[in-house]
T-cell receptor, first 110, second 114 residues
């Protein structure tokens, strides 16, 4: 099955800094999403982005499906951005089974 | 976005008892729901695909008789952890697909087995 890897595993930033999180996947995908998991465990949908580029405020994401990677950009980071960021993808089999990456644990310092 | 609700959010039970967790899609119909398990500081692991009106499909290594899944309606899937043991303690989280393929997740259920 599809494998999803994320980098870096951990990231510490000063408030106001920018960052790029990467997600690599091993096979063609039909679906790809980015999530933020808050301290209570809730997964917050950030982007549904099987291809192309999207932006939402200080966050943006780009997926280059032909090269099997996706990037999440966080600009002007805030302490509230802290948490774990996951990407998840499902392959082209039509099952919609999303496989999660290992996650990036982000800590933004005031 | 679509809303998925999960209940209970926390449950503590004694070893040997069974626990049922409910997952509801509140504003859309979901023919397929997914159950995940997460250990502390780890990623989410897919346990099974819940199909409305038919048997669930379990991932390799997941015990069907331990984790019973029922998807009786287009808005409700349940996960029952049978004869729970301390090693079943974990964070269980459900999701449902809405629209073209986007997944929406419930709040998760933290199970502690004493």
């Amino acid at each position: 099955g599809i494998q999803v890897e994320q980098s870096p595993p951990d990231l510490i930033l000063q408030e106001g800094a920018n960052s790029t999180l990467r997600c690599n996947f091993s096979d063609s995908v039909n679906n790809l999403q980015w999530f933020h998991q808050n301290p209570w465990g809730q997964l917050i949908n950030l982007f549904y982005i099987p291809s192309g580029t999207k932006q939402n405020g200080r966050l943006s994401a780009t997926t280059v499906a032909t090269e099997r990677y996706s990037l999440l950009y966080i600009s002007s980071s805030q302490t509230t951005d802290s948490g774990v960021y996951f990407c998840a993808a499902s392959d082209t089999s039509g099952t919609y089974k999303y496989i999660f990456g290992t996650g990036t644990r982000l800590k933004v310092l005031a | 976005g679509a809303v998925v609700s999960q209940h209970p959010s926390r449950v503590i039970c004694k070893s040997g008892t069974s626990v049922k967790i409910e997952c509801r899609s509140l504003d859309f119909q979901a023919t397929t729901m997914f159950w995940y398990r997460q250990f502390p500081k780890k990623s989410l692991m897919l346990m099974a695909t819940s199909n409305e009106g038919s048997k669930a499909t379990y991932e390799q290594g997941v015990e069907k008789d331990k984790f019973l899944i029922n998807h009786a309606s287009l808005t409700l899937s349940t996960l029952t952890v049978t004869s729970a043991h301390p090693e079943d303690s974990s964070f269980y989280i459900c999701s449902a697909r809405a629209g073209a393929g986007e997944l929406f997740f419930g709040e998760g259920s933290r199970l502690t087995v004493l």
